[in-house]
């Protein structure tokens, strides 16, 4: 099976009316996977674990952040994607795969959809699970087909800062934390399962608020800095000689 929307380095191996299944040539995914995830070996143990996977994954849908959250994958496509995984799990070749699937919208179901895209890899101790896309609203200009809605378009994995998803189990479920990168490390689009060279510590069950990455400039200033501060606070007239002085005495007591 194929499709002409897709690069020769995916190719079509499984699909329904909601759901296809892609097989995605190594060439592909290591050049746009994270690099510490593009290194790890991967083999066919863990596919049995997807849908359990699948299943403490809930995702935002309303405007308000950590409100309203919903499952991502409905139930009802919960046992075909079970099937593929037992399948590939037989494999002797192990293989990096791409699932998308779709839902209809009610008000119009011919025309608009959502659209979720989603690579997995198995390693030997448990998955990794990469979203491109999660609940894209996607609207056709005419009843669409399957080579409408399954286009896809390769792209690198790149982070979410955003608190998209929200994880059930959290004890070997957890949001990706690349240790590369000093500044937005945690990738709110990566789920890891029970893989230890990528489990945070703890293990990340959310995409963390704004004041937990950022803490109060207070918690992070040196003295030096603090002592700068307050004296523009004194020319500034901000603050009287009196507090200055309190305040300069304790900053002193914390070297």
């Known amino acids: 099976m194929g499709c002409s929307s897709f690069s020769r380095k995916i190719k079509l191996i499984d699909s329904s009316a909601s759901i296809a299944f892609f097989e995605v040539e190594e060439e592909e995914w290591k050049k746009i996977f994270p690099t510490e995830i593009s290194l790890l070996k991967i083999n066919s143990n863990n596919f049995n674990e997807l849908t359990t996977v699948l299943k403490s994954i809930q995702y935002k849908r309303g405007v308000l952040a ?9 139930e009802a496509y919960l046992p075909e994607i079970q099937k593929f995984a037992e399948k590939i799990g037989k494999n002797e070749e192990p293989k990096v795969y791409l ?72 004890q070997q479920t957890s949001l990706y934390k690349d240790k590369s990168r000093s ?35 207070e918690q992070w200033k040196s003295v030096p800095e603090k002592l700068k501060a307050l004296e523009e606070m004194r020319k500034n007239k901000l603050i009287t000689d009196g507090e200055y002085d309190r305040k300069k005495t304790e900053l002193l007591k914390e070297f």
């Open 66 to 74: 950590y409100e309203d959250w919903d499952v991502l994958v409905p």
């Open 99 to 170: 699932c998308i699937f779709k839902l209809d919208d009610i008000l119009s179901p011919n025309v608009k959809i959502l659209k979720t895209s989603f690579y997995f890899l198995s390693t030997e101790n448990g998955l990794v699970l990469l979203f491109h896309e999660m609940n894209t609203n996607i609207t056709f200009q005419t009843q669409y087909s399957f080579e409408d809605w399954v286009i896809f378009h390769p792209s690198p994995i790149q982070p979410i800062y955003r608190p998209e998803l929200w994880l059930r189990d959290r």
């Open 183 to 217: 500044k937005n490390a945690i990738y709110g689009n990566i789920i890891v399962f029970n893989v230890p060279e990528l489990m945070p510590n703890p293990p990340l069950f959310r995409y963390p608020k704004e004041d937990e990455i950022n803490p109060p400039l």
